[in-house]
């Protein structure tokens, strides 16, 4: 059974930072392109980043340059540095394997 737990988000000032992680099980981890995605309260899902298999990473215009997505295939976990948080960063966010969803963690960003 593929499980993606994701962790590290919390409550931030505008201008922080927070890493989030995401660890994978029940997956071959190091095969799969995988990502990080974001739902604002009344928005839809949007893509953040992501990082295919061999490292070549996507970003998401509003967020290039603050962010940045990295994998340990080893610990088959991915992460989302973020820096220089905004209040619109604010929104649940999900960790992504092609056909598999995390329930995510909540980031919040204070003004």
């Known amino acids: 059974q593929v499980q993606l737990v994701e962790s590290g988000g919390g409550l931030v000032h505008a201008g922080g930072s927070l890493r989030l992680t995401c660890a994978a099980s029940?997956?071959?981890?190091?095969?799969?392109?995988t990502g990080w995605y974001r739902r604002a309260p009344g928005t839809e899902r949007e893509l953040v980043a992501t990082?295919?298999?061999?490292?070549?990473?996507n970003y998401a215009d509003d967020v290039k340059g603050r962010f940045t997505i990295s994998r340990d295939n080893g610990k088959n976990t991915v992460y989302l540095q973020m820096n220089s948080l905004k209040p619109s960063d604010t929104a649940v966010y999900y960790c992504?394997?092609?056909?598999?969803w995390g329930k995510g963690t909540l980031v919040t960003v204070s003004s």
């Open positions: 992504y394997v092609p056909a598999y």
């Open positions: 029940g997956i071959t981890f190091r095969l799969h392109t």
């Open positions: 990082i295919s298999s061999g490292g070549s990473t």
